[in-house]
């Protein structure tokens, strides 16, 4: 049989209340039920709200249910300094947490992972039985067995964090838990996005909603017609479950409905409150109907006669009732400022979304103008989004999927043969950062993994970068090979080039108009120059060519190429998967605007204009700061026409360049950002600017060359820099319109999965295939 | 201009919003803030480079503040001794712990410490900026309020002038009207009827209603005032069960109403009468009843019994001693049995008041003594009748004792005692 799978939880058992124990539980027993062999690793500690350094419970192996249940001794504890620690970490405000910055102390934040319930048995265990477990699952995250056993096992280990936006999260263990391990399981769409707020885009690729299981009643509550004063059958009503308490913002609707009734007297419309709580809010207006505590039977008929469900909440990390009410086909609102919540209702498309109290008493409005039948139609949506992610079987089958428990999963992969020829490239120069450099190395790495033999050579080379690729000469290739050859620049490589006989493909990056930057720099402007002059005669030598867009592709085509394919850069998020320097996070989180630019410091990228604008912007947004991220000269002139133009307007202190930056640097400027903004003339490619839909930041730019080919629907693009003002405001739009920027955000959402490797490595294979056909 | 290819975004509708944006910008410019290059940069920006070098400290501190925790990089000797050397480090390291790990977490609890202690000096900074904005706010709100108050008094002078003006003319129509009657009434074939007289006799005895109207409101009080004051009755209405149907309250001489005002928010049935138009016309707009009559006349028109209680506030004070035994005898004969009177009345007990502020009102007839009240009362038929002394002055009108302090209380107790007394009978 094959290896088990084991779930490490600080506490287990049945009865256990509390969301990650209630859920660890079901997952084990089903998974278990479904003929997986099922274990949990846990602690002999009884649970959550007993002293944590004592045993309860004996060592040793039980089997419940078909899970074997491994429970190991707790470790004696500091508990006074833990309480200290997490007392501490408690007090600390939610609203003035950074992320990507610890609110704590070393001191702290060991006492807080070292002193917390701990079993250095269970650790030794992890250790020493890892190869016998084919993974792990690991919840919730801020317990010790977690915080210290999964970086024991992290290539085998699934993370389900059960996250909440609290100081815990910011812990920086914590953030090393979600980077090391090998997958994140989330409850909800709302809880990844919470997670890509705190630790970046660098961990998408490894996440899965799995969803959580709602056992539901199903249509139990058909006979009662009658709850409280409400006729079920027959008053039309707005419903609100849960508790009725201030802080579920149950007040702020009940005032929002008195408003609803005062702008509409005509309305039959009520407002039924249904839930714990000692408040009562039936005073308030004669049709709000407060009915208390209900039981099941009378929520199932309140939730199957109800107009709508309205949820309020803002401080929700996954929503039961939600599901409830889809099951039921009724649409449901919910606040805009609830992640968890609103990512639901959004995704699903099964109702509506409120922010201030005027939105909610519009949303009463509509929801009392709309027929039964639209009032269906949502509903019905959310149930089938209810029916993805609230039903168990749809839950596990996805548990399956991911931890690879499908039978499809069980055949071992085709290992690829190694091949006898070799693929190499040839690049005129090769430097850290650089998007043509990180292009071939991920075309390498992908040539190696097909089997075949793959070097990158280039006529130059960052000394850092030595490991990646080697210095060409004409002697380390035959003329007989296949090559890829990166055309961006002239070179030196024109003879041998001519003379190659093997599979080839040239790939073309685009040479920046050498007009741009022959007034600053004429040794630059005649390399360029040089390599726009190669160009015809390379297409005689290369029958197989392709653009990295389509803008390329055409150039190639009007410089003789036949047919020259696309196979645009890969942008791969998994890059920053890396932690972002702690001051620079800190420094630039200060509640001022942040605008970014990413770009070498050169006339075409025009960052002259850039901040003309910038100090136009100011006059709508005083606090803000302009970012130029990219290489300088401090003796290039355009830099010195950059410095004039910054200290004409009086903004030396505001406008910073930030040279060329490590990837943490750029990580950190890119999750600082409110506005990527380029007036950029002409852009090959623009990896930034994907980069910048990646950290969900709004791009603006200005409509040149490729840019409006990479943005698509992403982003927003102006076709003339005049009127300037008009374009500052703009700006001051793409960063304070909560909706505009909602929309441009989720339009880049959808472009950037364009350029992941899944989607442009197929390219490559047409292109292998292309090549050798041609040769 | 702006362009889009997603479906979600009008671009006209985006525009507008730009326009909206460059309006709003232009409307906040518009006072005296200089358009561009005005604006004082919020925050830090105060000293950038300072900011920046201590960022780079930090930087340096953050780097070196787990020292102790690393073979250093310096110990990269030649590869056959490098072992031995990085061996011997991690020894060192491993002994110096006991040193070295609390230095660390000093260093980085110091670290954190100058974080947050940076933290709330941009915040300080940037909440001062804010501050120094609405402070600017504030001094242009208040020379625009200046503006105001100034605007205001110029009307308010104008208006003086008015209605100087309206009261020199009003005064000429009346005297006007006067000769006009007199003149006809001599050039008319036959004099007045009977009826007529009267109508003038009658309008003549209202000519100063108006008058009296203004006088009330001059020197008596706020209407708040003067319910306060007056809630000090309530309690005897509620013991002798007045103020319902069967037994309602009659306020002779209601005045502007207070009192029926008092007792309706209190849900009590009242009802007044009072003999000026104009008092009576003002308590009838604020819904309260109130009939135009003379109150002896009206009294004599009630059936026995038909009252719970009888009251009269100032004006006792303005009726002949005949008359007010009458109103007595009649407000007894009107009481159902239980009911209770009240009449209040300055105290002319109080030398300020007997000698002086009594005579404030033209219409005053004498002072009443207390005494002579209580016994006119049980005269009238009233019993346990008492005498209920109010309104004293206040501590600060009292004289210093100095050097006869006898005299100063003496003259204390006359100057500052009761200002007004009422006097209070039931029906038996």
């Known amino acids: 049989m094959n290896k088990p799978i084991a779930l490490v939880i ?64 707790v470790d004696r504890r500091a508990g006074e300094e833990f309480a200290a620690a997490n007392n501490f970490v408690l007090s600390l405000p939610v609203e003035n947490l950074l992320p990507g910055v610890s609110p704590f102390t070393c001191g702290t934040a060991d006492t807080f992972i070292y002193e917390n319930i701990n079993s250095s048995k269970l650790l030794r265990f992890l250790k020493k039985h890892r190869e016998d477990y084919h993974a792990f699952i690991f919840l919730p995250y801020l317990y010790g067995p977690i915080l210290n056993g999964l970086p024991l096992v992290a290539d085998k280990a699934y993370l389900q964090p059960c996250l909440h936006n609290e100081a815990y999260a910011y812990l920086p263990r914590v953030e090393e838990l979600f980077r090391m391990a090998r997958g994140i399981l989330y409850n909800s769409a709302g809880e990844a996005r919470l997670a890509r707020t705190l630790y970046g885009p660098g961990i998408q690729d490894k996440e899965v909603v799995v969803g959580v299981g709602v056992e539901t009643a199903g249509t139990a509550g058909n006979d009662v017609h009658r709850v409280g004063p409400m006729e079920t059958g027959e008053d039309r009503f707005i419903l609100c479950l849960g508790r009725r308490d201030v802080h579920k913002n149950t007040l702020f609707l009940a005032e929002a409905f008195v408003r609803f009734k005062k702008d509409h007297p005509e309305s039959l419309l009520k407002l039924a409150l249904a839930g714990p709580g000692d408040t009562s809010f039936s005073n308030i207006h004669p049709d709000i109907v407060d009915l208390g505590l209900v039981s099941e039977e009378e929520k199932e008929a309140l939730l199957a006669n109800c107009v709508a469900l309205f949820h309020p909440s803002e401080n929700e990390s996954y929503s039961r009732v939600i599901m409830e009410a889809w099951f039921h086909e009724r649409p449901v609102a919910a606040h805009r400022n609830c992640l968890a919540t609103a990512m639901a209702v959004q995704t699903a498309g099964g109702g509506w979304l409120a922010g201030d109290e005027g939105e909610w008493v519009e949303l009463f409005a509509e929801a009392d103008a709309f027929t039964k039948d639209e009032l269906h139609t949502l509903g019905k949506r959310g149930k089938s989004y209810a029916g993805q992610y609230a039903v168990w079987d749809r839950v596990i089958d996805r548990y399956e999927q991911v931890l690879g428990l499908t039978k ?368 | 201009m702006i362009e889009t290819k997603n479906p979600r975004i009008d671009v006209e509708q985006l525009l507008t919003l730009v326009q909206d944006e460059i309006d709003h910008l232009k409307s906040d410019n518009s006072g005296d803030a200089p358009v561009g290059g005005g604006f004082e940069p919020a925050g830090e920006t105060n000293n950038p480079y300072a900011w920046s070098q201590l960022s780079a400290s930090l930087d340096i501190a953050q780097q070196n503040a787990d020292a102790g925790s690393r073979v250093s990089t310096y110990l990269n000797y030649r590869k056959s001794i490098r072992w031995f050397v990085r061996g011997v480090g991690k020894l060192v390291l491993y002994f110096g712990r006991v040193i070295t790990v609390p230095q660390r977490d000093f260093n980085n609890a110091i670290l954190h410490a100058l974080r947050i202690t940076i933290n709330g000096i941009r915040d300080m900074n940037r909440r001062s900026d804010e501050f120094d904005r609405r402070f600017e706010h504030a001094a242009d709100e208040r020379q625009k309020l200046n503006q105001r108050i100034d605007d205001l008094q110029q009307r308010d002078q104008e208006k003086d002038h008015l209605i100087g003006y309206l ?262």
């Not at chain 1, 309860?56 to 190991?72: A, K, M, N, S, T």
């Not at chain 2, 000769?179 to 050039?187: H, I, M, P, W």
């Open chain 1, 10 to 73: 600080s506490w287990f058992g049945r009865e256990l209340k509390g969301g990650a124990e209630q859920l660890a539980w079901q997952v084990a027993t089903r998974l278990a039920a479904r003929g997986h062999r099922i274990e949990v690793l846990t602690t002999c500690c009884r649970s959550f709200l007993e002293d944590w350094s004592q045993n309860h419970l004996p060592p040793g192996e039980v089997v419940e249910e078909d899970v074997l249940i491994r429970r190991f001794p």
């Open chain 1, 408 to 775: 499809k999963a069980d055949e071992p992969r085709a290992v690829q043969k190694e091949k006898d020829r070799g693929v190499h490239q040839l690049l005129p120069g090769f430097a850290f950062g650089d998007a043509i450099s990180n292009q071939a190395i991920l075309i390498r790495d992908y040539l190696r993994a097909q089997g075949y033999k793959s070097v990158i050579y280039t006529e130059a080379i960052d000394p850092s970068m030595t490991h990646e690729a080697e210095l060409f000469s004409p002697d380390k290739l035959s003329a007989d090979e296949a090559i890829i050859y990166h055309h961006s620049i002239g070179s030196g490589l024109m003879g041998f080039l001519s003379s190659l006989r093997g599979p080839r493909c040239l790939i073309y990056h685009n040479i920046t108009p050498p007009s741009f930057v022959a007034d600053h720099d004429s040794g630059l402007a005649g390399q360029l120059q040089q390599g726009l002059d190669m160009l015809p005669g390379l297409a005689e030598f290369f029958p197989v060519s392709a653009g990295v867009s389509a803008f390329n592709a055409g150039e190639l085509q009007q410089h003789g190429f036949t047919s020259p394919d696309v196979m645009p850069i890969c942008v791969d998020p998994a890059k920053w998967n890396i932690p972002t320097p702690v001051n620079r996070m800190f420094e630039l989180q200060d509640g001022r605007t942040n605008i970014l630019f990413v770009g070498r410091i050169v006339s075409n990228k025009c960052q002259h204009d850039l901040i003309e604008a910038f100090s136009l912007y100011r006059r709508f947004d005083p606090g803000a700061r302009l970012f130029l991220v990219g290489g300088y000269d401090d003796k290039d002139p355009y830099y010195k026409k950059l410095i004039k133009i910054i200290d004409s307007h009086g903004l030396s202190g505001d406008v910073f360049f930030a040279g060329k930056v490590d990837d943490a640097h750029l990580h950190a400027y890119f999750r600082i950002a409110h506005l990527y903004w380029s007036m950029s003339e002409h852009e090959g490619f623009g990896v930034p600017f994907i980069e910048a839909m990646w950290f969900d930041i709004p791009v603006l730019a200005y409509k040149s060359s490729a840019i409006p080919e990479t943005l698509a629907q992403g982003g927003i693009l102006f076709d003339s820099k005049e009127p300037l003002e008009e374009i500052a405001a703009l700006a001051h739009l793409l960063v304070y319109n909560h909706s505009l920027r909602e929309k441009v955000c989720a339009a880049q959402a959808g472009r950037r999965s364009d350029f992941l490797p899944n989607q442009v490595l197929p390219v490559l294979d047409r292109l292998l295939s292309r090549m050798e056909a041609a040769a």
């Open chain 2, 167 to 428: 009261k020199s003319t009003l005064m000429m129509q009346e005297r006007r009207v006067a000769l006009f009657l007199e003149e006809a009434r001599r050039c008319l074939p036959e004099t007045f009827s009977q009826e007529q007289l009267q109508g003038f006799v009658a309008e003549k005895g209202h000519l100063l209603d108006s008058l009296y109207v203004t006088f009330e409101d001059k020197f008596r009080g706020t209407r708040e005032e003067i319910k306060e004051r007056l809630a000090v009755y309530l309690p005897y209405l509620e013991k002798t069960k007045s103020g319902t149907d069967q037994r309602p309250v009659l306020d002779i001489g209601s005045g502007r109403g207070e009192w029926l005002e008092l007792l309706r928010d209190n849900g009590l049935v009242a009802k007044g009468v009072d003999i000026n138009e104009t008092l009576a016309g003002q308590c009838r707009e604020r819904g309260l009843t109130v009939e135009i009559k003379d109150a002896f006349t009206y009294l004599q028109s009630l059936p026995d019994g038909s009252l719970g209680a009888v009251t009269g506030f100032h004006i006792i004070e303005h009726l002949p001693m005949e008359t007010l035994l009458e109103l007595y005898a009649e407000a007894c004969r009107v009481l159902a049995s239980g009911g209770v009177a009240i009449f209040e009345t300055p105290n002319p007990q109080n030398l300020l008041v007997g000698a002086c502020n009594f005579y404030a009102d033209p219409t005053h007839k004498r002072p009443l003594y207390p005494e002579t009240q209580q016994f006119f009362l049980e005269y009238r038929g009233f019993s346990k009748v008492e005498l209920k002394y109010l309104h004293p002055h206040d501590a600060g009108a009292r004289l210093p004792e100095g050097e006869a302090p006898e005299l100063a209380a003496r003259l204390n107790d006359l100057l500052s005692c009761a200002r007004d007394y009422a006097v209070i009978g039931y029906k038996p």
